[in-house]
């Protein structure tokens, strides 16, 4: 999401309320799973689309990508996100080519309850620096993961996330950022992948009954991030790859529960 909320209290969920986020997370694991198989030579975005629109119908889920309000409403189940672009890609008839990272994030709401997921696929023969670039960025979402179960606050974690980002060589992006996520997609806090002076007025203590949408966002180059006329798909400015990655992941009395694993 776009940096820039209000800071409210997160709301805090019940192991009950958690368990039926994990059914939600569950159906964003099988379209994932099923979004990373289609994800080939020769496809369209639109088609991993649809395949995708089809299976939250299945499962009796609605997309909470569809309709979401902006100068224009997002048209899509997913935001498919190819090379340069960061997130937020529209689906539609490009198709995919050999060497294309592809990132494929999607969301859902099961009896009331939503989930967020984001994967990032390299198709075919990819320079290495780019799956250099995949691996960082998945290494710092497993080291939020580890770290919310150890961490007293936040920014401690977002440190250790940048810290990983910067050894590379690499930048997070900090104009979008993680979410609480529970009975809507988008709750309090943000969740930022960076500390600075500003972040530091937002930050939250660690504490059980927490659900947060974790998405690093990491660019080959720079971390400055434009927007298209199509008022949605989101570029690096230099025109450099970037990787992006998500997990709904819940702080329970008895640990830390990744929500969208299959
Ligand atoms: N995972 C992204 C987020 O949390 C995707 C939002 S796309 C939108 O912001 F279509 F819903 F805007
Ligand atoms: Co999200």
């Not at 770290?147 to 810290?163: D, H």
């Not at 980002?165 to 930022?192: L, T, Y």
Request: charged share 25%; proline share 8%; aromatic share 4%.
């Amino acid at each position: 999401m776009l940096r820039g909320m209000i800071p409210e209290k997160p709301p805090l969920k019940t192991p009950e309320e958690i368990a039926l986020m994990r059914e939600a997370g569950k159906v964003v694991a099988e379209a994932l799973r099923l979004a990373r198989q289609m994800a080939q030579p020769g496809v369209t975005t639109a088609e991993i689309d649809r395949a995708v629109e089809d299976l939250f119908h299945q499962r009796g889920a609605i997309s909470l990508f569809k309709g979401y309000p902006g100068r224009v409403p997002y048209p899509a189940v997913t935001c498919i996100s190819l090379n340069e672009q960061v997130v937020h890609g529209i689906p539609g008839p490009r198709k995919i080519q050999p060497g294309d990272l592809v990132k494929i994030d999607t969301a859902c709401k099961l009896n009331g309850w939503c989930a967020d997921a984001a994967i990032c696929v390299p198709v075919g023969e990819i320079q290495p620096e780019i799956r250099r670039l995949v691996q960082v960025t998945e290494e710092t979402l497993q080291i939020a993961i580890r770290e919310i179960g150890r961490k007293q606050w936040w920014s401690e974690v977002a440190a250790l996330m940048q810290k990983h980002v910067r050894d590379a060589g690499f930048s997070v992006v900090e104009k979008f950022v993680g979410h609480g996520i529970g009975r809507v997609m988008h709750e309090p806090p943000q969740v930022p992948n960076y500390v600075s002076p500003q972040t530091k007025h937002a930050d939250f203590r660690l504490v059980p009954g927490l659900v947060l949408a974790i998405e690093p966002m990491v660019n080959m180059g720079r971390k400055e991030v434009v927007e298209l006329a199509d008022h949605w798909t989101v570029i690096t400015r230099d025109r450099l790859p970037s990787a992006h990655c998500e997990h709904t992941v819940a702080l329970t009395p008895t640990g830390v529960q990744v929500l969208t694993l299959d």
